[in-house]
């Protein structure tokens, strides 16, 4: 049996490289990375029934200063709840969140918050709340809103 070539092994291990690469700057839902958000008549929408698995949802919004990112999560009680992927204390590392469980930690500091705490609890390491409305079906973000957090993003 022939031994494959370097060169294809090169060839092969390029385009895992380039695939996932791709896969995280597309934001394609359920491969780890944020998926893409545009505002249309100044919001965000979001389905609700993508919502409801009780999984953190990392977004990424294309603010006028840059990228601004941001999750959701709907907690045990039902509610959905939203924040920057950022605090007011370890935001300058750009690290962000990571859910374990019932609770989002923060990649910087390793401080543990309860999902049901998520959107109520200001300041800290707390994942910075973000107004959401439900409308129907979807959760709406307002672009303002979203704008208003580009700071933790620069």
């Known amino acids: 049996m022939k031994k494959p070539s370097f060169t294809l092994l090169l060839i092969v291990l ?3 490289v380039t695939a996932s690469a791709l896969v995280g700057w597309l934001g394609i ?3 780890g990375g944020a998926a893409n958000v545009a505002a249309s008549a100044g919001k965000v929408s979001i389905p609700i029934a993508d919502l409801n698995d009780g999984k953190a949802h990392f977004y990424s919004y294309k603010g006028q200063a840059g990228k ?3 999750f959701v999560i709907k907690g045990k009680d039902g509610t959905l709840r939203a924040a920057f992927d950022a605090c007011d204390v370890c935001y300058k590392e750009k690290k962000g969140y990571e859910q374990k469980g019932d609770q989002m930690i923060c990649k910087n500091c390793n401080m543990a918050f309860p999902v049901t705490k998520i959107g109520t609890v200001n300041g800290g390491c707390n994942p910075s709340p973000l107004k959401t409305t439900q409308n129907g079906a979807t959760l709406e973000i ?3 809103d ?3 957090g580009a700071h933790y993003f620069r």
């Open 146 to 148: 979203l704008e208003g």
């Open 29 to 31: 839902p359920g491969t």
């Open 14 to 16: 390029s385009l895992l």
């Open 68 to 70: 601004i990112t941001f």
């Open 142 to 144: 307002a672009s303002s």
